[in-house]
């Protein structure tokens, strides 16, 4: 089936499951002044990139360290506090939702978002979704962003605040870097090339081995058979954990204990050149969040990670939330979580990377033992606790520190101090955050979904919607939650599809991990807010989910 023949089924199913004014959502519109997308956009309907506008040539830069213009040179967090509030360059993160970096326009002059899904059905204003949907099949977020960039709304918006500016990304590749150098914007992240070499999980390993991080007790081979398995992999027993070098862990980590076992995922293990074989360990997950700089590596606290709850995801292994809150492991494990991390950190600056990035570890709870489980080079899930939480607000968001690293501005910041502050127990609050997927093996189409904002639970357990917010400090209280919704009116439900993210304070495990009636409140809560009309047709099932934003091939988060 064509995409063009999808899109226009898509259209007659959605016209007619669905009341007329809920077939087209509103789109997000930027401020009053500030924007002005020439000419009709009916007219960029069947040649969506032709005709707009092109940036002239001296406005072409090419990528450097210059971000926001400032002061002559920062040695506080006060001064950091006022360079990006007095910014007046554009600064965009660009990808399908404006998750990851939720409230750093609070912190950033002329912050603005450029996002696919309107999460917010038009009411934030800071957030710009292009309104003309062209028939396009993504692969990938990184074809998520490039559509975004070549999109002649997004290129006219850009002119409109003056046609250069800094752009950060959840993904991008270097046709991302070619067209922001076409554009005038400059990226503030390492070069693509480089963030990719990083985000090599067999990479991870040897890093980690070079900076004294040790990883859980693994080989690093090409496995050709059961067979060959056993003979590689002699040392660390029969119970297995096997992941390939790329790939979301939920869908690229492979438990093998048994030959029926490993020939279930055979295929995908041989395609592999290497492949990373673990000893299987009783483990708790944990996430930690950090900033490369050149005064040295700025560190957050030891979350926890939510892996692998049917409740919440169809993967087993796959990540569906974190918590935050300062009793997550015992003082040992967090003092050691964060030396490791700081020694990634400068590690990572050796190997020419820089900024934002994220560490796994797993904590084995038989020993105490840390173990680095992988590196994401970038913003991740886990960023949206990171930046909202007390220590955050006291000082600024880690974020703050990546962009400071990719502006022009001179500073010299005594990043021990900070770290040394940061890992007290009074400057982590308690948060969490569960991301919740369509975990049936159905599909349909939504015809009601919840709205975005700040949703209250009742004693006896059922939720209502009580006010619009775009942000998570908008919920005041353990009753209370911030819901940023993710598939809408007019989307198709289908297994593994992102409904949405709910973020509370306090804890949503207990102390033996497990969700506590609390969450499964919450979780049960949300999903009732939504309903949908089966299609009842196998090839329009298929159809849909093969052409679905992240479909069930990569993660939008």
Same mark, same amino acid.
């Given at each position: 089936?064509?995409?063009?023949?999808?899109?226009?089924?898509?259209?007659?199913?959605?016209?007619?499951?669905?009341? !007329?004014?809920?077939?087209?959502?509103?789109?997000?519109?930027?401020?009053?002044?500030?924007?002005?997308?020439?000419?009709?956009?009916?007219?960029?309907?069947?040649?969506?990139?032709?005709? &707009?506008?092109?940036?002239?040539?001296?406005?072409?830069?090419? /990528?450097?360290?210059?971000?926001?213009?400032?002061?002559?040179?920062?040695?506080?967090?006060?001064?950091?506090?006022?360079?990006?509030?007095?910014?007046?360059?554009?600064?965009?993160?660009?990808?399908?939702?404006?998750?990851?970096?939720?409230?750093?326009?609070?912190?950033?002059?002329?912050?603005?978002?450029?996002?696919?899904?309107?999460?917010?059905?038009?009411?934030?204003?800071?957030?710009?979704?292009?309104?003309?949907?062209?028939?396009?099949?993504?692969? !990938?977020?990184?074809?998520?962003?490039?559509?975004? *960039?070549?999109?002649?709304?997004?290129?006219?918006?850009?002119? !409109?605040?003056?046609?250069?500016?800094?752009?950060?990304?959840?993904?991008?590749?270097?046709?991302?870097?070619?067209?922001?150098?076409?554009?005038?914007?400059?990226? &503030?992240?390492?070069?693509?090339?480089?963030?990719?070499?990083?985000?090599?999980?067999?990479?991870?390993?040897?890093?980690?081995?070079?900076?004294?991080?040790?990883?859980?007790?693994?080989?690093?081979?090409?496995?050709?058979?059961?067979?060959? *398995?056993?003979?590689?992999?002699? +040392?660390?027993?029969?119970?297995?954990?096997?992941?390939?070098?790329?790939?979301?862990?939920?869908? =690229?980590?492979?438990?093998?204990?048994?030959?029926?076992?490993?020939?279930?995922?055979?295929?995908?293990?041989?395609?592999?050149?290497?492949?990373?074989?673990?000893?299987?360990?009783?483990? /708790?997950?944990?996430?930690?969040?950090?900033?490369?700089?050149?005064?040295?590596?700025?560190?957050?606290?030891?979350?926890?990670?939510?892996?692998?709850?049917?409740?919440?995801?169809?993967?087993?292994?796959?990540?569906?939330?974190?918590?935050?809150?300062?009793?997550?492991?015992?003082?040992?494990?967090?003092?050691?979580? #964060?030396?490791?991390?700081?020694?990634?950190?400068?590690?990572? #600056? +050796?190997?020419?990377?820089?900024?934002?990035? +994220?560490?796994?570890?797993?904590?084995? =709870?038989?020993?105490?033992?840390?173990?680095?489980?992988?590196?994401?080079?970038?913003?991740?899930?886990? !960023?949206?606790? =990171?930046?909202?939480?007390?220590?955050?607000?006291?000082?600024?968001?880690?974020?703050?520190?990546?962009?400071?690293?990719?502006?022009?501005?001179?500073?010299?910041?005594?990043?021990?101090?900070?770290?040394?502050?940061?890992?007290?127990?009074?400057?982590?609050?308690?948060?969490?955050?569960?991301?919740?997927?369509?975990?049936?093996?159905?599909?349909?189409?939504?015809?009601? &979904?919840?709205?975005?904002?700040?949703?209250?639970?009742?004693?006896?357990?059922?939720?209502?919607?009580?006010?619009?917010?775009?942000?998570?400090?908008?919920?005041?209280?353990?009753?209370?939650?911030?819901?940023?919704?993710?598939?809408?009116?007019?989307?198709?439900?289908?297994?593994?599809?992102?409904?949405?993210?709910?973020?509370?304070?306090? /804890?949503?495990?207990?102390?033996?991990?497990?969700?506590?009636?609390?969450?499964?409140?919450?979780?049960?809560?949300?999903?009732?807010?939504?309903?949908?009309?089966?299609?009842?047709?196998?090839?329009?099932?298929? &159809?849909?989910?093969?052409?679905?934003?992240?479909?069930?091939?990569?993660?939008?988060?």
């Amino acid at each position: 089936m064509s995409r063009h023949l999808f899109d226009r089924l898509r259209k007659m199913i959605a016209h007619w499951l669905l009341p !007329s004014e809920h077939n087209d959502q509103a789109p997000a519109t930027p401020e009053p002044g500030e924007s002005s997308v020439a000419g009709d956009p009916k007219a960029a309907k069947d040649v969506p990139f032709r005709n &707009a506008k092109v940036v002239p040539e001296d406005v072409v830069q090419e /990528r450097s360290t210059k971000g926001v213009k400032g002061m002559e040179k920062i040695t506080s967090i006060s001064d950091i506090r006022r360079y990006f509030h007095n910014n007046k360059e554009p600064v965009y993160f660009i990808s399908a939702t404006n998750f990851n970096l939720l409230g750093i326009g609070d912190w950033v002059g002329n912050f603005r978002h450029i996002t696919y899904i309107d999460c917010f059905d038009g009411r934030q204003k800071n957030i710009f979704v292009p309104k003309e949907k062209f028939p396009r099949d993504f692969e !990938s977020i990184e074809d998520i962003n490039n559509y975004l *960039l070549e999109h002649k709304e997004v290129i006219d918006y850009l002119q !409109s605040r003056g046609g250069k500016g800094t752009a950060a990304f959840l993904m991008f590749n270097e046709h991302t870097e070619e067209i922001c150098d076409q554009v005038g914007l400059r990226i &503030a992240f390492p070069p693509a090339e480089l963030r990719s070499r990083m985000d090599n999980k067999i990479a991870t390993v040897r890093i980690g081995n070079k900076a004294g991080v040790p990883s859980v007790p693994n080989v690093l081979a090409k496995v050709d058979s059961y067979a060959h *398995l056993q003979e590689v992999s002699a +040392e660390l027993g029969t119970d297995l954990v096997i992941q390939s070098a790329f790939g979301d862990s939920g869908h =690229t980590t492979f438990f093998v204990s048994n030959e029926d076992e490993y020939y279930k995922y055979a295929e995908e293990i041989e395609a592999e050149s290497e492949v990373k074989i673990m000893k299987r360990i009783n483990c /708790r997950g944990s996430a930690i969040e950090a900033c490369s700089t050149r005064c040295g590596t700025v560190v957050g606290p030891l979350m926890t990670e939510l892996v692998g709850f049917k409740a919440l995801t169809p993967y087993k292994g796959g990540w569906c939330g974190n918590e935050m809150f300062a009793g997550a492991f015992t003082q040992e494990v967090q003092d050691k979580a #964060r030396e490791y991390t700081h020694k990634f950190g400068e590690a990572l #600056r +050796e190997e020419g990377y820089r900024g934002y990035f +994220e560490l796994d570890f797993l904590i084995d =709870t038989d020993t105490d033992q840390v173990y680095l489980g992988e590196l994401n080079p970038r913003v991740t899930g886990a !960023s949206s606790l =990171t930046n909202v939480a007390a220590f955050a607000h006291s000082d600024v968001p880690l974020f703050l520190f990546h962009l400071l690293e990719f502006s022009d501005q001179d500073f010299d910041i005594n990043v021990e101090e900070i770290n040394d502050r940061w890992s007290q127990p009074d400057s982590i609050d308690s948060w969490s955050q569960l991301v919740i997927k369509h975990t049936d093996e159905s599909v349909d189409l939504l015809t009601q &979904a919840p709205q975005s904002g700040v949703w209250r639970m009742s004693e006896d357990g059922s939720i209502g919607y009580d006010h619009y917010s775009y942000h998570p400090h908008a919920a005041e209280s353990e009753q209370e939650a911030f819901f940023m919704r993710i598939s809408g009116v007019g989307d198709f439900r289908y297994e593994g599809a992102d409904l949405g993210i709910l973020i509370t304070r306090g /804890r949503l495990m207990d102390d033996d991990f497990q969700l506590t009636p609390r969450a499964k409140a919450w979780i049960d809560g949300i999903r009732g807010q939504f309903a949908g009309q089966v299609l009842q047709d196998p090839a329009v099932e298929a &159809a849909a989910v093969n052409h679905a934003i992240g479909g069930s091939n990569f993660k939008i988060l």
